[in-house]
């Protein structure tokens, strides 16, 4: 399983993934699930997937190879991150077609983040079916894969005017969670920040399974939630 994660605020938008593409008792393999692609001034991409592995092999690889040979619809050609999405859902779907046979076992979702000069910053949620969903202000966060376990501090802390900091932290608090309530997510964690503006590469960031950063975290935040909950009141009875 997977969990990706994208927050979308004022200043920018912050991408979140995990590794771990397999596991069991005697078999657990990672594999990269992000990927960053941009211009330098002109525009800046993001982009997590979960999903069949395979059909996520093949549409990297036709992105890379339609930028390489300057196709047509390609990342670098693209008007704004709408058609950016639409672009990369058509090759989802005629991936999946074409490398599988289609059905559910195959199927690849995308989260797609980032910004083009002249145009406003965006984050998209690219479905297998290859239609899109834009995060929005009352919905500043999208993710894919498993999502429940770390949905609930996202819905309480998430805000369009918090820092990139913090909803960086925020981000990996809830990818925490994930990790600590299901096995089929690992790292290494995957975190890449894009300042809303800047049209610069993204701040990148990788933590693997002894990163000190992400233990200390874990249990300054275990440390916190304990206290607080000491601090609630109990039911009363009567």
Not at 108 to 119: D, K, P
Not at 165 to 185: F, P, R
């Amino acid at each position: 399983m997977t969990y990706c994660l994208g927050v979308k605020i004022n200043n920018g938008i912050v991408m979140i993934s995990d590794s771990r593409t397999s596991a069991g008792v005697d078999n657990i393999s990672t594999y990269s699930k992000m990927w960053r692609y941009g211009t330098p001034g002109q525009r800046q991409f993001i982009l997590c997937s979960a999903g069949n592995l395979a059909t996520t092999q093949s549409v990297i690889a036709a992105i890379e190879r339609d930028m390489r040979v300057g196709a047509p619809c390609n990342l670098l050609t693209v008007t704004d991150l709408h058609e950016a999405a639409n672009y990369i859902g058509y090759l989802n779907v005629e991936s999946q077609k074409k490398n599988t046979g289609g059905g559910a076992v195959f199927e690849t979702t995308f989260l797609l983040g980032g910004e083009i000069l002249g145009t406003p910053p965006g984050l998209y949620m690219i479905y297998s079916q290859g239609n899109c969903i834009a995060s929005s202000t009352q919905v500043p966060f999208l993710q894919i894969g498993e999502i429940k376990y770390g949905k609930p501090i996202l819905d309480r802390v998430v805000q369009a005017g918090m820092s990139l900091e913090q909803a960086a932290l925020c981000g990996l608090i809830s990818m925490d969670a994930t990790l600590k309530s299901n096995l089929t997510v690992g790292p290494p964690i995957e975190l890449a920040v894009l300042e809303a503006g800047n049209l610069q590469p993204p701040r990148y960031q990788i933590f693997d399974e002894e990163s000190p950063y992400m233990r200390n975290l874990r249990l300054s935040w275990n440390k916190l939630m304990q206290e607080a909950f000491l601090q609630l009141q109990p039911p009363g009875w009567s």
